[in-house]
Each structure stands twice: as structure tokens, then as C-alpha cells.
């Protein structure tokens, strides 16, 4: 009963009514434990007995009402009500105050029924407290991968290509394994904006992203760097390596369409900030070539 009356979102009148039945079903079998337990009648007895009618009179009006299809409906998640935490804090304690109560005012004690509820009561705030932690652990697990994905193409974003490059760095120079970077860009993707519209260009972008990603191995990481730009960290591989990866993943540029790329391997001292400067020197190189070529990037020494 106190669900139907809790429960978020739009009540139907249905619920009202049935909420309504079980409340005064529930007088009447309170009223009848009086009648029984004190052997009193007149007054608590006619009313148990309207209790008791006006319950069915209100179930079986519940149950006609046109709107009760809707009551088995899952209301519209609103979050939890603050209070709730207390009420449930409550519960908890209700028993155990019982307990105290009934030994410092009366001689008899009920102990064992009253742990006994405690017992369940306090199962019953555990089993929901773990069922609103893990809710919200899923909330977090959500949002995490949410903040940390593109929503357009599903690869990385920005974000995770900062954070993910500083790990590989970092592990290239615990296992002076080598490491290279590259950045690709669609050619004249705003030309193709302008004639296709802005669908068909979304539909290049994540067309391009699951072309390239068959295409490398399960410790490659593609991101989407900015726009039309797609960063990639390949690890174990040299420059020399990379180039010919990156040629491939030109060549499925779909739509007919083209890109560049530039290519550089780490040095092993560089900063995260340096290795991509010197890639995106590469990049612009590749561009003013003409587009649709990939240029690796001379090393740091050569490069200054």
C-alpha cells in the first residue's frame, strides 16, 4: 500500500483506488484483531465490517477503471528522494526500540520476535542500500566511459588519446620497446560538408573509423583527435614500421574519398606534448605535398 502511494511520476486513478482498497482492507483486519483480542463488540465490530466492504467496494472499482493498464507501468526514474536514506535509518532502529521500550516499561519481554525482525528489517535496509550502491556504481562506470568516448564514430576521444599516449609513453620507457604516433586527416572534408551535407559527412566519419579499426590490432589505439583529424598510437612499432599502417589505413578511406597522415616515433625522451608537435609538422607536410601521401617526421635533432 505505501508503495503504490510512494512510487515517482503520474498516479492513475486506478492506483489511487487500489492503494485506497488495501489501506482500508487493512483497517478492517486491524479492527478484527481488536474485536478478536478484546472481545469487544458493537461499534469496532460495524466498522470492521464497513472497512471490509468499503476494501472490495474500492478493489473492484480499481480493477474496472479504464486506467488501470497503466498502473503496471515503470514510472519515470527521478532519482531518490532525500528522505529516503532516513526512513530507512528508521526501520532499522524500530525493532530495537521496541525491545527497549518493553523492558523498561513492562515485565514481559518478546526478545526472540523482536531480533528476529530486527534481524530482517536490517537484511532488508542491507540488501537495499547494495542495491542503490551498485546503481549508482553503474551511473559512475557510465559516465566514465561516456566522458572518455567519441559519441559520433564510438572510438576514444580527445581525452582518452591524452591519457592513453602518457601510458604507452610511459611503458615504452620502462621496456625500451619503441613507439610511434600518427595523425590522419580527411582531405577537403569541409568541401565534402558543403556538397553532401552534414549526414553524409557523419556517415564518412564513422564509415572512415570502422574501416581503420579492422584493420589494426587489438593494442592499437585510434581517437578521434578533433573534427575530421584521428590520432593513432601504435605500440612495438618504429617509424619505418608505422609508415606502411598508415598507408593502408589510407587506402580504405571510403567514399571515394582521401587523407593524409604524418608519422613519428618516439625518441624516448621527448615530452607527450612534443612527439605529437612534431607528428602534426608531419601532417601539414603531407598536405601542402599535394594530400593523400603520409610523411614521417624527421627526429627531434633533425627537426630543430
Not at 39 to 65: E, K, R, T
Not at 178 to 207: Q, S, T, Y
Amino acid at each position: 500500500m505505501v508503495r503504490l502511494f510512494l512510487v515517482g511520476g503520474p498516479r492513475p486513478r486506478a492506483q489511487w483506488l487500489l492503494g485506497l482498497g488495501l489501506c482500508a482492507l487493512l483497517c478492517g483486519d486491524a479492527l478484527y484483531l481488536a474485536v478478536t483480542t478484546a472481545g469487544s463488540v458493537g461499534i469496532p465490530a460495524l466498522a470492521m465490517q464497513l472497512a471490509w466492504l468499503a476494501s472490495y467496494a474500492l478493489l473492484g472499482a480499481a480493477v474496472l477503471d479504464p486506467t488501470i493498464r497503466g498502473v503496471p507501468e515503470p514510472a519515470p526514474c527521478g532519482g531518490h528522494a532525500r528522505g529516503r536514506p532516513w526512513v530507512l535509518v528508521a526501520a532499522s532502529l524500530l525493532a530495537p526500540a521496541t525491545l527497549a521500550v518493553e523492558t523498561l516499561t513492562t515485565t514481559s519481554s518478546h526478545a526472540l520476535l523482536i531480533a528476529a525482525t530486527s534481524a530482517v528489517l536490517f537484511a532488508l535496509v542491507v540488501l537495499r542500500m547494495a542495491g542503490l550502491m551498485r546503481r549508482v556504481e553503474e551511473q559512475a562506470n557510465e559516465l566514465a566511459r561516456v566522458a572518455r568516448t567519441d559519441a559520433l564514430t564510438g572510438v576514444p576521444n580527445r581525452r582518452a588519446w591524452d591519457e592513453q599516449l602518457g601510458v604507452e609513453l610511459a611503458r615504452a620507457a620502462r621496456t625500451r620497446a619503441p613507439v610511434c604516433i600518427a595523425l590522419l586527416d580527411l582531405d577537403h572534408f569541409k568541401a565534402f560538408n558543403d556538397r553532401e551535407g552534414h549526414p553524409a559527412g557523419d556517415e564518412l566519419l564513422r564509415a572512415a573509423t570502422a574501416a581503420w579499426r579492422r584493420e589494426l590490432r587489438g593494442i592499437d589505439v585510434l581517437a578521434r583527435y578533433g573534427g575530421e583529424e584521428f590520432g593513432l598510437i601504435l605500440p612495438g612499432c618504429s617509424s619505418a614500421e608505422g609508415a606502411p599502417i598508415v598507408d593502408r589505413l589510407r587506402e580504405l578511406t571510403p567514399l571515394g574519398e582521401t587523407s593524409s597522415a604524418g608519422v613519428a616515433a618516439w625518441d624516448g625522451a621527448e615530452s607527450a606534448d612534443a612527439l605529437v608537435a612534431r607528428t602534426d609538422r608531419a601532417l601539414y607536410a603531407a598536405k601542402r605535398s599535394g594530400r593523400n601521401a603520409t610523411v614521417v617526421a624527421d627526429a627531434p635533432a633533425l627537426a630543430a
